[in-house]
């Protein structure tokens, strides 16, 4: 089942050491690789949202729009309703703090995200985004075809990590 892309970052901010490392940019790139090698592992994406080719790579507009406060500073707390956009601009506040999002995952789900954040958790926002502007990226195939802020084809992402999870099967074997 997928899930907001506001509720994967949450999971990856509740990974051993994330609060407070990690930054929007990164959230960004690693809910980008979750939502990729679940598509090749457990054959679903993991995340709802359409996913942007934005300048730094891709951008799930909602998760954008609940972190851009954040700017280049590490979250120092979950995300939650309270961090969009409309509750900035409309002034909303709750008398009680906003619950952080939450996904439900299953434990495949679960291991996807955890395998992400072990593999590529200690890698800074630049070095996540030069991942993703790979030549032959779904990203690089969207922004360099159809421009800036295009939609990247949820087929092209999971033939992307297809392929990528079969060239790791015929090296480990």
Do not use: C
Request: net charge neutral; aromatic share 12%.
């Amino acid at each position: 089942m997928p899930y907001r892309s506001v509720e994967i970052a949450n999971e990856f901010l509740r990974q051993p050491g994330a609060l407070g490392s990690l930054t929007q940019m990164q959230l960004q790139k690693l809910a980008y690789l979750a939502n990729g090698w679940n598509w090749a592992i457990n054959g679903d994406r993991l995340i709802e949202d359409p996913v942007e080719a934005w300048d730094f790579g891709p951008v799930y507009r909602e998760l954008y729009d609940h972190t851009k406060f954040f700017g280049k500073q590490p979250l120092t707390r979950m995300v939650t309703a309270e961090d969009s956009q409309a509750a900035r601009v409309f002034g909303w506040r709750s008398d009680e703090r906003a619950q952080p999002y939450a996904a439900h995952l299953n434990d495949r789900e679960r291991a996807v995200v955890a395998n992400v954040w072990s593999r590529y958790g200690r890698l800074g926002g630049a070095q996540l985004s030069a991942l993703t502007h790979q030549r032959g990226t779904p990203w690089f195939n969207a922004y360099s075809t159809t421009g800036k802020n295009a939609v990247i084809d949820q087929a092209a992402i999971r033939q992307h990590y297809d392929e990528l999870a079969q060239r790791a099967q015929q090296t480990a074997a």
